[in-house]
């Protein structure tokens, strides 16, 4: 349900379009009585379509209304108007972190001072069961003072409760930040699958880009998955070996070699900083989110950036990835191999480089054939009503009609014109004749008849074949069909009978009292006519 501005929501009243996200549309609204500024979070259509949708999606409000946090944003309200719930929060005036690393790169100071209180945060709602699913830098923003905030629980989920809140279906996450667990489909997801999600960020963070991109985002799951991580140090040899270490045990692949809370992740982080020495950011970064590709990077909107995308501007790609789960099996992508071995001219790990992105490429390729086929059976199980059924009948009828009449109309029209070609040659061999030049054997045979015979089989074959279908070959069939069907009936019906069980013998009273057998053949009964044996008086 799309809102505009003035429209009531309750007592909210709606001032503007903050931004839309993969999941919802969030408005700026205002309530009079409290005079006070809030987002107001509605979720898209799609969710709609779901029965249960109503109330997994309260039961997530309560859940998330009940984290109190001074870094995470609170929700006010939960309500329905006209079957459409909507989420009531904070509103935040300020900018995401997204926001700030398209400017460039942050100050390490600046890094620590908001990834902490957002890790404290993040730790806070994982002691009370609840898992965010969705950290990336648009669902961290900052207010005007600089108060970092942890935003967007629309993913968020009990981790006790074995199974998903939003979809059973669907791996619902960004791209670049998921967790490998996440990516498959496993249901029994921890705190560590956003603790890998967190880490993510901060390898961007110090390294000046994400661990894993590509053209697709299925390349880039695939890479969460299966692929070696990066290590800091290749990308930029001026990290300290003490903070690689941090984030190669925030992204393992294996959640039970990683660190148990966000808490822990930052504690041994700013102990790194300590014990390198490291006092700001290498500046030999390989490139930032401003250099991205745009088409792939965390770009959904969130309740306080304020640059949020206008509701008539389509939604870019890339920004959710939707896999059926589990996701199946591939083999790993082979390492790439760093060391340069020059055969004449030839670089091979460049072209090791250029076949693995073409690899890449040609999964993106087979997952859109396969998502094209998947819609083409989904669009043929859609239910036909009576009067599209009746008019694709009629239109293939007509259609067939009009083919017969130009095949026929084609094959009059070529009869004319060979025959008319033969005449004329006919003329010239008569006219030769006449005048000694050839014999009467010369004279040439009748060659469209050849073509006459022919093609004029393949005319009656169509005729046939429209008569059999729509003509009165078709009702004379359907008659045969059910004078058939009937002899058919007739037949069952008289094979039961046949085997119907015989009754039961009658027996009648005798006049000396006792029972005698009824014969089958015998038509008197007891009550409308005389019993046998006796003399009528």
């Known amino acids: 349900m799309a809102l505009y501005e003035g429209q009531m929501l309750g007592p909210y009243q709606i001032v503007g379009l903050i931004g839309q996200g993969g999941m919802a549309t969030v408005y700026r609204a205002h309530h009079a009585r409290l005079d006070r500024y809030v987002a107001v979070k509605v979720m898209h259509a799609a969710f709609l379509q779901d029965p249960n949708f109503h109330s997994r999606f309260e039961r997530e409000a309560q859940i998330v209304a009940r984290l109190e946090h001074p870094h995470i944003v609170p929700v006010y309200d939960f309500a329905e108007t006209d079957g459409q719930p909507y989420l009531v929060m904070k509103h935040i005036e300020g900018r995401t972190l997204k926001g700030l690393l398209a400017d460039g ?7 620590v001072q908001i990834m902490t209180p957002i890790a404290d945060a993040l730790t806070y709602a994982h002691q009370r069961g609840v898992l965010h699913r969705d950290i990336k830098p648009s669902n ?12 967007d629980f629309g993913l968020a989920r009990i981790a006790q ?45 110090v390294v000046g880009r994400v661990p894993f991109n590509a053209d697709t985002p299925y390349a880039i799951v695939h890479d969460h998955i299966y692929s070696p991580l990066p290590a800091p140090s290749s990308l930029n040899p001026n990290i300290p070996p003490a903070v690689e270490r941090v984030l190669v045990k925030a992204l393992a692949k294996d959640p039970a070699e990683r660190y148990a809370s966000a808490n822990e992740l930052m504690a041994d982080f700013r102990q790194a900083l300590t014990e390198s020495g490291l006092r700001a950011l290498p500046t030999a970064q390989v490139w930032t989110q401003a250099e991205a590709p745009s088409h792939l990077m965390d770009d959904s909107p969130t309740l306080s950036d304020p640059q949020a995308r206008p509701a008539n501007t389509p939604a870019k790609a890339g920004r959710y990835v939707s896999i059926p789960a589990p996701v199946p099996p591939r083999p790993p ?7 340069r071995l020059d055969m004449g001219n030839v ?6 480089r250029k076949i693995e992105e073409g690899v890449k490429r040609g999964g993106g390729v087979m997952a859109e054939i396969a998502r094209s086929i998947q819609e083409a059976v989904d669009e043929s199980k859609k239910p036909v009503s009576d009067e599209e059924r009746i008019r694709k009948r009629i239109q293939k009828r007509y259609e067939e009609r009009t083919g017969l009449i130009i095949h026929v109309t084609i094959y009059i029209v070529m009869q004319l014109v060979f025959w008319g070609m033969w005449a004329n040659s006919q003329d010239l061999f008569i006219s030769m004749l006449s005048n000694g030049q050839i014999s009467f054997e010369a004279l040439d045979f009748p060659w469209p008849a050849i073509v006459t015979f022919f093609w004029g089989i393949g005319v009656v074959a169509n005729f046939m074949d429209y008569y059999n279908k729509y003509g009165a070959g078709a009702e004379k069939r359907e008659r045969m069909v059910q004078e058939e069907l009937e002899r058919e009936r007739q037949r069952k019906l008289g094979a039961y009978y046949d085997e119907k069980p015989k009754r039961d013998r009658r027996v009648r009273l005798t006049e000396d009292g006792e029972l005698e057998e009824v014969p089958d053949d015998d038509d008197y009964t007891d009550y409308d006519k005389p019993k046998r044996g006796r003399r009528s008086r």
């Open 105 to 111: 790169p942050l100050p390490l100071d600046q890094v």
């Open 140 to 151: 961290i923003v900052m207010d005007a003072q600089g108060t970092p905030y942890l935003t």
């Open 161 to 205: 409760a074995g199974e998903s809140t939003m979809s059973q279906d669907m791996i619902l996450g960004t791209p670049q930040y998921i967790s490998p667990e996440q990516a498959r489909g496993e249901r029994n997801l921890d705190a560590r699958t956003d603790v890998y999600s967190f880490g993510v960020i901060l390898y961007e963070l």
């Open 333 to 339: 992508v082979p390492p790439r191999i760093e060391a």
């Open 347 to 352: 670089k091979w790990d460049e072209v090791g």
